[in-house]
């Protein structure tokens, strides 16, 4: 058996008006992430910490914010995409462990169905993947609730 890990980073500014898009459900807010997808903070990180442990380059590289044909794409089928590439090159997930900085909204209680929506396209189980959420003790620009920032790490195997 193969181990590989990855680790996945990402940030989006906070815009007035926004859908706010956090692991792949709808978090009810005024302000959402600024991006040129829906700008899911988490599973953009996510994707970037499993193309990153199977040596795949990054997110950016696969699906370009040049490209028109990801300007306001679901986040999710962007996960979809990346976990085709993982098992076409033999991998699976062990588990997930990923912390989201925010300041507000307090988003723990949506945690649940975040774990729910992500399992079945992550084809692991909820208890596989651990979602955390942090301040930033109102210091920088998470804490100016001027964005939004998360880390990945995965574990997977061949």
Request: aromatic share 6%; proline share 4%.
């Amino acid at each position: 058996m193969k181990l590989r890990i990855g680790l996945g980073y990402d940030v989006h500014r906070l815009k007035e008006g926004r859908p706010f898009w956090l692991g792949g459900i709808l978090v009810p807010h005024t302000h959402g992430g600024d991006g040129h997808s829906d700008a899911d903070v988490l599973v953009h990180v996510i994707c970037d910490a499993l193309l990153g442990a199977a040596n795949m380059r990054n997110i950016g590289f696969h699906f370009s914010d040049k490209d028109p044909k990801y300007k306001n794409v679901d986040s999710k089928l962007l996960l979809t995409e990346v976990m085709a590439m993982i098992e076409q090159a033999g991998y699976t997930i062990n588990n997930i462990d990923s912390t989201i900085c925010l300041q507000e909204p307090k988003i723990n209680a949506f945690i649940p169905e975040m774990k729910n929506v992500l399992a079945p396209l992550l084809k692991i189980s909820i208890e596989d993947i651990s979602i955390k959420a942090t301040t930033s003790e109102l210091m920088g620009f998470v804490g100016r609730k001027e964005g939004i920032a998360a880390h990945a790490v995965v574990l997977i195997q061949k």
